[in-house]
């Protein structure tokens, strides 16, 4: 397998008193589809934001690409791209103009920039809104922009939190073939979701976190084969879930009563 | 982006090297900073906003508009050479006057400039170093402060050169530049202070407080220096003769001043000079160097996940079982069950819990009272007790008191029908209400109960205490004159379901209008109360009757249909 592209080796983060991640271990491979679930509160987005640099007060060690994040914080962020879960951009600005921004933060050649983000927005269908203010754009646009966004200086990391969000059929089956592709060209991804039908699909290896630790790590025939031949969001349920959750749906119908 | 801005980066572009020396890539600083700019053409600031709430020029204007109220603005801080026989005392109050007024400014604009919390997600992702990224926020606030203090200047520089000369202009520039640029970082350390001292979550609440308190601050004054100026004492005050003003800013810039214009062989004055230079690029060093990184820290938390931790942590807290039972109560004596009393309850918690409403709510409170005071210091030889006596001059006294006292409802009725997150009104339409005048009712008598019936008591108690058990019929037919202008003002225009529309459209214009109609209604109202002050029974009777039609009044706005309501909304 060679060398890991990502290792977290112990970290912990606290807000406060309160401990978030309580000791997470990871290595991942280049060219992994990494499915990253776990229920609300697990940690989840805390990992990510210090993935990408947002997070530098926590304990343990994170080394991407041979390199320690708390020390080449710069260096780590360029291989990075980071898709947010909202659809946060400068919506008075057009998306080439929000493009050639993010383009110049990553030290990318304009006119390569340009090429790239024209080429991109059409292929999303965009090219008739390429010089619209972006306040006018519908939830599924901006979200077309912000992926672009995150691909556009060629990433070898790809961090996606909940990237469907707000996409049609269409182009949400766009974006899984994307990230397949992505994977085939030995890009590394890492892949944010609550919903578990598509994590099942696209994901090389599933990473389950619950209460700031890793409860299971494997390929989706793994856990099958630890849990049981189920769906994942039964394994899911299995293991995050305290009480069984048709009681819960139980409780819900008997407040009728 | 227009040639002001471009003219203007290009120039705090110019000490590249120094920049660099500080670790700062130039590429990405001036890309951040075309974004900002463009951004800044394209959505009025602060300053822009708060003239818009005033009159209602469209946004493209904004800048010639802003710009021009600089002028004017920097014309009104000349007056303080009015003030104190020499140079150094005028300029110590000018500059008094820039400093806070910047401050008061940039408070707002750091808000909304600096505080851009989609940069925790755009920009810090990205491989960018923190000195870039807090220089780009310190340069964008440079450049947005120079297109409102370059025009700021403009007044001073005339009145200097004609009535100095050009040395006087020369010694002034430096010195302007050296408290703006003390400003802004004077702004940016108590922002970092704040933020070490808080949550994040309370700071923009504190934020808010700040700029009320400042926003009403100024108005005060702006009423009370033509007042000032004709006392002897201050025309001939010598600044210097006080040790204490040496350690206020101001005073160095204007020793500086003093010191660069008419060289003097004093220490002390060149002492202050030194501090004018030396303070100001010593802060921007520390902000830059110290400063910088956990600002970053602090900021991206004001959206982390701290958010998540606190209200896990509120969950875990036994819940308040009854967390106002001084609106309950008031709803209970002023409202009818069901969605009146809810909506009366719902409004008076997004009343009270509303940034976006306290802060453009109280700040025209604060306007009004200022605005009351001083009507009443106006008066020629009034005095408490005129009142007691409830003489000529104690009755128009208590008449202004309370038809004035009026005038505090009016923004609060304006702004309740409209917020941010209107689209959350949805629930309103959804949910089988039979009449939504109920909800509109509710909205409108608990703006009454939280800012006009506390007024309303206090005057009473103080009006009686004054001026004895006699002056009670009349406070009680002036409330209930009162609330009938309010109920008829409700009826004709507030009018939407409570926070339902977005700000800034058509509902908020007619807010002036409104002003001097409640006020030439309440003058006319107050002139005939003053003819029938002392017919007592006449005034019982007149009070039953006037509560009897504010009632009916309010009777009417609760029957209105949902026909009536959703017509409302259509012209908008």
């Known amino acids: 397998m060679g060398n890991p592209i990502i290792s977290i080796k112990n970290l912990w983060k606290s807000y406060g008193s309160k401990a978030v991640l309580k000791g997470i271990d990871l290595d991942i491979y280049p060219g992994q589809v990494i499915g990253y679930i776990g229920p609300n509160g697990a940690g989840k987005s805390t990992t990510v934001k210090i993935l990408c640099g947002l997070i530098s007060d926590y304990e343990g060690q994170v080394f991407v690409k041979g390199l320690n994040l708390k020390d080449n914080a710069l260096a780590v962020k360029s291989t990075i791209g980071y898709i947010p879960e909202l659809a946060e951009l400068y919506d008075v600005l057009t998306p080439v103009e929000f493009l050639t921004l993010m383009a110049e933060l990553y030290n990318l050649d304009k006119h390569i920039a340009l090429e790239r983000m024209a080429k991109m927005l059409a292929a999303f269908g965009l090219q008739a809104n390429i010089n619209d203010r972006m306040d006018t754009f519908s939830k599924g646009m901006k979200q077309k922009v912000l992926i672009t966004s995150g691909l556009l200086h060629n990433p070898d990391i790809i961090i996606l939190d909940e990237p469907l969000s707000g996409l049609d059929a269409n182009s949400v089956i766009i974006i899984k073939e994307l990230i397949s592709k992505l994977a085939k060209e030995g890009k590394t991804i890492f892949y944010c979701s609550h919903m578990m039908d598509v994590v099942e699909k696209v994901s090389d290896r599933i990473v389950l976190i619950n209460e700031g630790t890793v409860i299971a790590n494997g390929s989706f025939e793994e856990l099958q084969q630890q849990q049981g031949n189920e769906s994942l969001e039964k394994i899911f349920a299995h293991l995050t879930a305290k009480e069984s959750l048709s009681d819960a749906a139980d409780q819900l119908m008997s407040a009728f009563d | ?572």
């Open chain 2, 1 to 572: 982006m227009n040639i002001i801005n471009t003219i203007l980066l290009k120039l705090v572009l110019l000490p590249g090297v120094l920049y660099k020396k500080m670790g700062v890539n130039l590429a990405h600083l001036k890309a951040i900073l075309t974004a900002k700019l463009i951004m800044d053409d394209r959505r009025p600031n602060g300053f822009q906003q708060m003239q818009q709430k005033r009159r209602k020029n469209p946004v493209r204007f904004a800048t010639v508009s802003t710009m021009f109220v600089a002028v004017l603005i920097g014309s009104f801080f000349l007056l303080s050479f009015k003030f104190g026989d020499n140079y150094i005392t005028h300029f110590s109050l000018y500059f008094s006057f820039y400093i806070s007024f910047l401050a008061s400014l940039l408070i707002s604009d750091f808000t909304s400039v600096l505080i851009d919390i989609r940069d925790n997600y755009i920009i810090l992702p990205k491989p960018v170093s923190g000195q870039t990224f807090v220089l780009s926020r310190l340069l964008h606030i440079l450049i947005h402060v120079c297109k409102i203090t370059l025009p700021m200047a403009v007044p001073a520089i005339v009145y200097l050169s004609i009535k100095l000369g050009w040395v006087a202009v020369a010694a002034y520039l430096p010195m302007i530049i050296m408290a703006t640029l003390f400003t802004i970082f004077l702004i940016n350390a108590i922002y970092i202070l704040i933020l070490k001292l808080t949550t994040p979550q309370k700071f923009q609440n504190i934020i808010s407080y700040i700029q009320i308190v400042f926003a009403i601050f100024f108005y005060a004054a702006y009423q009370l220096m033509p007042r000032l100026m004709n006392n002897v004492r201050v025309a001939h005050y010598d600044i210097s003769s006080s040790t204490a003003w040496f350690f206020v800013p101001s005073y160095w810039f204007s020793a500086g001043w003093q010191q660069l214009y008419h060289f003097a062989a004093s220490a002390q004055l060149s002492v202050f000079l030194a501090l004018s230079f030396i303070i100001p690029m010593a802060s921007l060093w520390v902000v830059i160097k110290y400063f910088a990184p956990a600002f970053n820290q602090k900021l991206s938390l004001i959206t982390g996940s701290t958010g998540e931790a606190a209200t896990a942590s509120i969950a875990g807290k036994p819940q308040k079982t009854n967390p106002s039972s001084y609106s309950e109560w008031l709803a209970n004596i002023f409202t009818k069950r069901g969605a009146e009393r809810m909506g009366f309850l719902f409004t008076w918690k997004m009343m009270l819990r509303s940034r976006e409403f306290k802060m453009k709510v109280y700040p025209a409170i604060g306007y009004m009272i200022v605005i009351i005071v001083l009507m009443n210091l106006n008066m020629k030889n009034a005095s408490f007790s005129d009142v007691a006596a409830q003489n000529a001059q104690g009755k128009t006294t208590v008449l202004l008191i309370l038809y004035f006292s009026n005038l505090i409802i009016i923004s609060a009725l304006a702004q309740v029908t409209l917020s941010e997150k209107f689209k959350a009104a949805w629930v309103f339409f959804v949910a089988p209400v039979k009449t939504p005048g109920n909800l509109i009712s509710g909205a409108v008598k608990a703006c009454i109960a939280q800012f006009y019936f506390p007024v309303a008591v206090a005057t009473l108690i103080v009006l009686t205490a004054l001026g004895g058990a006699r002056v009670v019929p009349n406070v009680l037919f002036g409330v209930a004159n009162c609330l009938l202008i309010t109920a008829v003002s409700a009826y004709i225009s507030a009018n939407k379901l409570p926070f339902s529309a977005p700000p800034n459209n058509k509902a908020g214009s007619g807010g002036f209008l409104r002003v001097i109609s409640v006020m030439v209604i309440g003058t006319t109202v107050g002139a005939l109360q003053y003819f029938l002050y002392d017919i007592t029974a006449v005034i019982v009777i007149l009070t039953l009757l006037s509560g009897g039609a504010a009632w009916f009044v309010f009777d009417g706005i609760s029957n209105f249909t949902w026909i009536k309501v959703f017509s409302r909304y259509e012209d908008s």
